[in-house]
T-cell receptor, first 112, second 114 residues
Framework: DQQVKQNSPSLSVQEGRISILNCDYTNSMFDYFLWYKKYPAEGPTFLISISSIKDKNEDGRFTVFLNKSAKHLSLHIVPSQPGDSAVYFCAAWRSGANNLFFGTGTRLTVIP | ETGVTQTPRHLVMGMTNKKSLKCEQHLGHNAMYWYKQSAKKPLELMFVYNFKEQTENNSVPSRFSPECPNSSHLFLHLHTLQPEDSALYLC?????????????FGSGTRLTVV
């Protein structure tokens, strides 16, 4: 049973515009949510996270929004840059778990 | 340099071969993980080691055999694999498995089983 879902396998955005990547989850016990970014031939790297007690966390061009009632989170990148082109993974964690639960990833392409 | 090094980067093996994947972390972390990434699937946890002890085996077939001789090294021994085992195998580490952020991943080993 997939507990973290990213329903859009790909997204294309013009440089300078906003990129919005979406993630849904099914387990209301998750305490923490993270976004990872992955370039080809590299491992995923941590990007930004949010605690379940917050609804927004911002770090430079990256903002993550959490809607607990909808079990939905999103990553906003503004303005998008060509270097942002990568696969973005949403992940979730709950207390007592040994591991993170990952989504399938969304490939973002930022067009110059 | 990510602090987590995986070798080899690419591996092609026959179904009757025996090979091993290696992971080494230089971050002083206590927990290490093996994940499998197949096309169009989420990253799948395979094994978790905490202070060299295996704390999670996520129903992985016995043809995958992990080994953790110390907190800095993790191996995945492979034998009699199937073509569907072809995937990217990622190693990760963290300070401890209960920490809710900060996995550091290696670059992965791209495995092809022929």
């Amino acid at each position: 049973d997939q507990q973290v879902k990213q329903n859009s396998p790909s997204l294309s955005v013009q440089e300078g515009r906003i990129s919005i990547l979406n993630c849904d989850y099914t387990n209301s016990m998750f305490d923490y949510f993270l976004w990872y970014k992955k370039y080809p031939a590299e491992g995923p790297t941590f990007l930004i996270s949010i605690s379940s007690i917050k609804d927004k966390n911002e770090d430079g061009r990256f903002t993550v929004f959490l809607n607990k009632s909808a079990k939905h989170l999103s990553l906003h990148i503004v303005p998008s840059q060509p270097g942002d082109s990568a696969v973005y993974f949403c992940a979730a964690w709950r207390s007592g778990a040994n591991n993170l639960f990952f989504g399938t990833g969304t490939r973002l392409t930022v067009i110059p | 340099e990510t602090g987590v090094t995986q070798t080899p980067r690419h591996l092609v093996m026959g179904m009757t071969n025996k090979k091993s994947l290696k992971c080494e972390q230089h971050l002083g972390h206590n927990a290490m993980y093996w994940y499998k990434q197949s096309a169009k699937k989420p990253l799948e946890l395979m094994f978790v080691y905490n202070f060299k002890e295996q704390t999670e085996n996520n129903s992985v077939p016995s043809r995958f055999s992990p080994e953790c001789p110390n907190s800095s090294h993790l191996f995945l021994h492979l034998h009699t694999l199937q073509p569907e085992d072809s995937a990217l195998y990622l190693c990760a580490s963290s300070q401890d498995p209960g920490l809710n952020y900060g996995y550091t991943f290696g670059s992965g080993t791209r495995l092809t089983v022929v």
